[in-house]
């Protein structure tokens, strides 16, 4: 007996097209680091912590006017990407900050984009640290002669 051209066409084509419909397997997800954004207490509750790099992004000028918070290291957001050297290893824990949090948020997208896997924005920055009653060093003490 002969198959009808139009009977082996179909069987043909719902082979192929539930062979389309089978699920495909799943590629591996990456370790993809998120942008955090944390506020004052959230950032506080952290301190003291040995493993955290605090990183303020200002410039100097407004460091030198306001001053900066204990234990932080100043690199100015335009000298980031080239100073990538001064901070611990890509796998650390990194907090950044400047005056509002827009120049820090834009350092925490460098930063992970330059393969930090852990780097925590504080929100409002400086004014949010000092809003909720913290304090900061003075300039003075931060340069010294």
């Given at each position: 007996?002969?198959?009808?051209p139009t009977l082996l066409l179909t069987l043909t084509a719902l082979l192929l097209l539930g062979a389309c419909g089978a699920p495909a397997a799943e590629a591996p997800v990456a370790?993809?680091?998120q942008a955090i954004t944390i506020n004052a207490d959230e950032f506080v509750s952290m301190l003291p912590n040995d493993n955290l790099t605090i990183v303020d992004v200002r410039t100097t000028q407004e460091l030198q006017e306001t001053g900066i918070i204990a234990g932080a290291i100043h690199i100015p957001l335009d000298q980031l990407a080239s100073h990538l050297d001064q901070l611990p290893g890509k796998d650390s824990q990194i907090l950044v900050y400047c005056r509002t949090g827009n120049r820090s948020s834009q350092a925490q997208e460098l930063l992970i984009d330059a393969g930090y896997s852990d780097v925590l924005n504080l929100a409002g920055g400086i004014g949010g640290w000092t809003g909720a009653g913290?304090?900061?060093i003075p300039a003075t003490q931060f340069f010294t002669p």
């Amino acid at each position: 007996m002969k198959a009808k051209p139009t009977l082996l066409l179909t069987l043909t084509a719902l082979l192929l097209l539930g062979a389309c419909g089978a699920p495909a397997a799943e590629a591996p997800v990456a370790d993809v680091a998120q942008a955090i954004t944390i506020n004052a207490d959230e950032f506080v509750s952290m301190l003291p912590n040995d493993n955290l790099t605090i990183v303020d992004v200002r410039t100097t000028q407004e460091l030198q006017e306001t001053g900066i918070i204990a234990g932080a290291i100043h690199i100015p957001l335009d000298q980031l990407a080239s100073h990538l050297d001064q901070l611990p290893g890509k796998d650390s824990q990194i907090l950044v900050y400047c005056r509002t949090g827009n120049r820090s948020s834009q350092a925490q997208e460098l930063l992970i984009d330059a393969g930090y896997s852990d780097v925590l924005n504080l929100a409002g920055g400086i004014g949010g640290w000092t809003g909720a009653g913290e304090q900061l060093i003075p300039a003075t003490q931060f340069f010294t002669p």
